[in-house]
């Protein structure tokens, strides 16, 4: 779902996401997406079992969906910050998240932050993804 704010911004909510409460998925200004924080939820507000590497899917996904909502693809992202509940065990997995990575989004990466917090907003969340991404024209 997406609607335009006062300012003429274009706020966007995938309804296949969870149903935002409080904040939004994403917001369109101009050719520029920012695209709100994602943890690995399902669609029913479940956080996804299985760990930091079935996490990082749900999460990541969550962003793309944002971001093709918006109009854009993955090689539009120009800033990623991932925040991570524990960075040694996401360190650990580097190599499995950098190939589910590259399957979703390509092997250009953009410009990124890894960064240790002791808590997500959901308690049981160990990561989240937030970024900005800029449309091309195509």
Do not use: C
């Amino acid at each position: 779902m997406t609607n335009q704010t006062a300012t003429g911004n274009r706020t966007i909510n995938p309804a296949s996401l969870p149903k935002p409460s409080g904040y939004a998925h994403g917001i369109l200004s101009g050719n520029t997406v920012f695209l709100g924080g994602q943890t690995a939820l399902d669609k029913d507000m479940n956080i996804v079992p299985g760990g930091i590497v079935e996490q990082f899917r749900q999460a990541f996904s969550n962003v793309l969906t944002t971001l093709a909502e918006a109009g854009g693809k993955p090689q539009d992202l120009v800033s990623v910050t991932i925040y991570l509940t524990d960075v040694d065990d996401y360190m650990a997995h580097g190599k499995e998240i950098g190939r589910i990575w590259r399957e979703m989004a390509g092997s250009e990466y953009p410009a990124m932050a890894g960064i240790g917090v002791s808590r997500l907003w959901q308690k049981e969340a160990m990561i989240e993804i937030q970024g900005i991404a800029v449309i091309q024209d195509r």
